[in-house]
């Protein structure tokens, strides 16, 4: 199984992660722990939400990198 990342504007359009990039993973935990270490970084390249894949399959998203206030 290959786990990644999809990144979009807020108006739904692919995003560029620049190079905070995004990989494989072999796991869902290891791509759900690699967001949380750079989401901040993803939001400031102009990714605004994220879906999670699993072999290409969509699993959940959108998800806001919009930090709470």
Do not use: C, H, I, K
Not at 13 to 39: C, I, K, N, R
Not at 43 to 53: H, K, N, R, S, T
């Amino acid at each position: 199984m290959s786990w990644t990342w999809r990144f979009e504007t807020a108006a739904g359009e692919p995003a560029d992660p620049g190079e905070v990039g995004g990989s494989d993973f072999s796991a869902q935990g290891d791509a759900e722990s690699w967001l949380g270490e750079v989401w901040r970084d993803l939001a400031e390249q102009g990714v605004a939400q994220v879906y999670l894949l699993e072999d290409g399959r969509e699993v959940y998203g959108p998800m806001s990198l919009a930090a709470q206030e």
